[in-house]
């Protein structure tokens, strides 16, 4: 049996896919992005942080994974360095004279800056 090789068999019928992922897996992916921000959002309004920043966390791996990027209005509402959704309680938000929308992190001290629409005549 030192010398037998092994025959390899294929599907003929279904052929293997390659490359980029398929339209469907990647609206299944946004709207479970979705989902895990309006699990987030509920976590942190019952005052469980941990579990909003964990559902913040798996958002953020999924986005990776399937090249999904985040709407601008989820960008605004989580910390790119904790990943903890802003509220009134962890973060700090303030409108610039020249147009920006500064939000500050109280839990680790991290400002984003965002432009804000009607800073375009500037």
């Known amino acids: 049996m030192a010398g037998v090789k092994k025959r390899v068999t294929y599907n003929l019928f279904m052929p ?14 946004r709207e479970r992005i ?12 019952n ?8 559902f ?8 990776k994974r399937y ?13 790119r360095s904790c990943n903890t ?8 938000f303030r409108f610039s004279p020249k147009g920006w929308k500064i939000v ?3 839990d680790c001290g991290n400002i984003s800056r965002f432009k804000t629409k009607d800073s375009d005549s500037n």
């Open 104 to 106: 500050t992190c109280l």
């Open 85 to 92: 959704l802003f509220s009134s309680i962890n973060s700090r």
């Open 16 to 29: 293997r896919r390659r490359g980029r992922r398929t339209s469907r897996q990647e609206k299944i992916a």
């Open 56 to 63: 913040i966390e798996l958002a953020r791996l999924i986005s």
């Open 34 to 45: 979705s989902v895990l921000f309006e699990m987030a959002k509920s976590f942190s309004t």
């Open 67 to 79: 090249n999904q990027r985040f709407t601008k209005a989820q960008r605004i509402s989580i910390c």
């Open 47 to 54: 005052g469980d942080l941990e579990g909003s920043k964990r």
